[in-house]
């Protein structure tokens, strides 16, 4: 597809904006688990400018860095090119169907991306993650539980709001309970549900039963 140049994270990239640059916590949580289940083949699903790549590649994963924003992806080759391990990267729109074959992946890590939409285009990606991850493979996932209180936000559809200012100015935030993350991803087999950042954030680890 055509770089989506319009779309808010572009210019987040494009800008220099995104502070995080280093691995959450939770990367170095999850890394045993992923080794502990043979995850070899891992997809970052709204990787952005790869903060995560290098480290897992690092640790001996062969990723796929998937994301919309071409400066993202751009930022994440240069960072890549001290990686000893295979990545490979794609520019993708995940409010469609993903751009990988069925099963292709042991697991995957996607986090702070998905909620980054509308319900039914999440409910989409949600499906997708099924199609591409293999019986018994592994996933993370983290979305937003709450709202930043630096902007103001407008309600466009039940749970999912619009920033009015600030960078990430109208795109769709849908905000996660616990219940609703465990009803929309009920297709997998929830293994945990946690809360960072007092609810904030809500990581969900599961499999594909
Ligand atoms: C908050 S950033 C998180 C980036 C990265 N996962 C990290 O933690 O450093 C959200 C990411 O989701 C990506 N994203 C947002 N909407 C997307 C879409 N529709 N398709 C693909 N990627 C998208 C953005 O470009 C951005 O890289």
Redesign the pocket.
Known sequence: MMPDIE?P??II?QQDK?P?QDPVPLFHEVVPTLQSRNCQRIL??????G??LVPFAEKGFDMIG????PT?LNISRRRLASATMPVSLVQ????LPLPFRKSSFDGIW????IH??RIDAIRLVIQELWRVLIPNGFMIVSVAGGLDDEYPYKEIEPGTYVPLEGPERGLPHHIFTEDEVRKEFKMFAIEAVYSRLNGKILVILASKR
């Open positions: 779309h994270w572009e990239y995104w995080q970052d699903l709204g990787c952005g400018n903060n995560y998937a994301d919309i924003s993202g993708c729109d995940f409010r996607s986090v702070q991306s980054h939409a």
